[in-house]
């Protein structure tokens, strides 16, 4: 079976807390980053809530959001 993509609906009777989505992440260019598999970099350019373009030394890589394998240094 395969996990779904949508988010399971929150009944207000329920006694849990409703799950909080997570924060995007905001890169700016210039900004030194690391990437779970590319490793250090900086983020050359940045298409708003969509990509980031980051120079790791040996490659430029277009890394889509929501930047799941990528931090702020």
């Known amino acids: ?18 799950p909080v989505a997570p924060a995007l992440k ?4 210039g900004d030194q980053v690391s990437h779970d598999m590319y490793g250090l970099g ?13 120079d790791f030394g040996a490659t430029q890589m277009r890394v889509l959001s929501p930047y799941t394998k990528m931090t702020k240094l």
């Open 42 to 54: 900086r983020v050359v350019g940045v298409e708003e809530g969509t990509a980031a373009l980051v």
């Open 26 to 29: 905001h890169f700016a260019t």
């Open 1 to 18: 079976m395969k996990k779904s993509e949508t988010p399971k609906r929150h009944l207000p009777t329920s006694p849990f807390k409703a």
